[in-house]
T-cell receptor, first 108, second 114 residues
């Protein structure tokens, strides 16, 4: 079973920042937080990952709380092409354990 | 740099048959993982291969088996197909080493079991 909790769906206006929350209260000390997204019928796409510190790359920023029990993925200027299901994952030793994710809909 | 490729794109089989799905990993990657994604659900981890051996398995029965070849490509075999095996099958490759390593997914194979 997935060890993360995410809202089922969210809306965001085009051009605005999209903030996607994730709870992972049972995360262990050596588990990373990974974010992937899946655009309809395509394979999941890696976005970003982090352990303790906040991270930023060309796609997004990841904010992890100090107690590591939750995190927020930020898409700074959402576009229509960012409409997708976003998965927050605590990475174990082997495979990724996906939950149902958040369906983010970017509104024009 | 070549990404992860999978074949075939779509496949239709009947109950009881056997199927083989193929995956070519991204250039430089030595680890392949397979996932099953039912409609409306997140991908579920089937197993992972590293150095041609199974290296981790999810909650799938033994009729799901795999192979990894010296060139790091991989096959997923499913025997005695059931209707519930209808799903999108995803392959992901990664480079195993110290520290975290992101997995890169292929486009998937859509399997329909009638």
């Amino acid at each position: 079973d997935a060890k993360t909790t995410q809202p089922t769906s969210m809306d965001c206006a085009e051009g605005r920042a999209a903030n996607l929350p994730c709870n992972h209260s049972t995360i262990s000390g050596n588990e990373y937080v990974y974010w992937y997204r899946q655009i309809h019928s395509q394979g999941p796409q890696y976005i970003i990952h982090g352990l303790k510190n906040n991270e930023t790359n060309e796609m997004a920023s990841l904010i992890i709380t100090e107690d590591r029990k939750s995190s927020t993925l930020i898409l700074p200027h959402a576009t229509l092409r960012d409409t997708a299901v976003y998965y927050c994952i605590n990475r174990g030793a082997d495979g990724l354990t996906f939950g149902k994710g958040t369906h983010l809909i970017i509104q024009p | 740099e070549t990404g992860v490729t999978q074949s075939p794109t779509h496949l239709i089989k009947t109950r009881g048959q056997q199927v083989t799905l193929r995956c070519s990993s991204q250039s430089g990657h030595n680890t392949v993982s397979w996932y099953q994604q039912a409609l409306g659900q997140g991908p579920q981890f089937i197993f992972q291969y590293y150095r041609e051996e199974e290296n981790g398995r999810g909650n799938f029965p033994p009729r799901f088996s795999g192979l990894q070849f010296p060139n790091y490509s991989s096959e997923l075999n499913v025997n005695a197909l059931e209707l519930d095996d209808s799903a999108l099958y995803l392959c992901a490759s990664s480079l195993r080493g110290p520290g975290p390593n992101e997995q890169f997914f292929g486009p998937g194979t859509r399997l329909t079991v009638l």
